[in-house]
């Protein structure tokens, strides 16, 4: 099994099924956490030295951070109804409280803060919602924490892939500090698939393939990135969802694509 994969396991006493922290992925910035929850089940955490965006991905909770509470929300019981979720930004250095008011599968997003932000909820008219390519490299897109909205470090978005379809395409990257043309950011994908029992396939590699893993991922399962090219398929009969969590030394998304392949959005010569 290549290390860039991460596999669910069953949930322990806080409900967490999966966790990538900066020392599990040998990396600086980004830390991914999921939690699911039985109703009624509540979490008490603090964020400590990190921001954090929570995403409801299914289910209602309530939210408290301090003065800050946010009674019962969440609209979305299933990811694949493809309607964007409710989130909360919450700064480092505070503490929070979830309950759960129905079953909940709640994402931890989480990267170095500096305290320049007050909690908010992220509704889901605040989230834009967009479609990328065309054809088979069409991909739809929910912006839940753009770099266009305040946070330290955090980039946090969705993207839904059609059966059939490729995503993250042509293969980019973003992991060279060299600025407006490309930034350096560590990244997971957080993969779920419709019907459950499917599979995807997502590449990571370098251009001197120092750094090449393909891997088989199901329902649950979580990729690392922490460089290169990163390209996803969605096999035939199966949509894929991924949440994606992106964070680095400098909150922006610049990228560059895999010269042997950036033909393919290239307008064609007469």
Not at 173 to 201: M, W
Request: glycine content about 8%.
């Amino acid at each position: 099994m290549t290390s860039l994969l991460v596999r669910p396991s069953p949930p322990d006493e806080q409900g967490t099924v999966l966790e990538v922290t900066p020392e599990s992925a040998g990396w600086e910035h980004v830390g991914f956490r999921v939690q699911k929850l039985a109703r009624g089940q509540c979490l008490e955490v603090s964020t400590g030295g990190r921001e954090h965006c929570l995403v409801l991905l299914s289910g209602r909770a309530t939210v408290s951070c301090g003065e800050h509470c946010w009674e019962d929300i969440g609209e979305r019981m299933d990811i694949f109804e493809r309607i964007p979720p409710y989130a909360i930004y919450l700064p480092d250095g505070v503490s929070y409280r979830v309950e759960a008011t129905t079953e909940l599968e709640l994402a931890v997003c989480s990267a170095p803060g500096h305290g320049r932000h007050q909690p908010r909820l992220i509704a889901p008219d605040q989230v834009k919602c967009s479609t990328r390519g065309s054809g088979t490299n069409t991909r739809h897109i929910q912006d839940i924490l753009p770099e266009t909205e305040p946070a330290d470090s955090l980039l946090v978005v969705e993207v839904y892939t059609p059966a059939g379809n490729w995503s993250s395409y042509p293969p980019h990257k973003h992991d060279v500090d060299n600025l407006p043309d490309e930034s350096i950011l560590e990244e997971t994908y957080y993969h779920r698939l419709d019907p459950c029992q499917g599979f995807a396939f997502q590449r990571v590699y370098t251009d001197d393939r120092s750094l090449d893993e393909t891997m088989a991922v199901e329902d649950g399962c979580c990729v690392m990135v922490p460089r290169g090219y990163h390209p996803v398929g969605a096999p035939h009969g199966y949509e894929l969802y991924y949440l994606n969590v992106m964070a680095g030394p400098k909150r922006q998304w610049k990228f560059q694509n895999d010269p042997a392949h950036e033909w393919i959005v290239k307008p064609r010569a007469d």
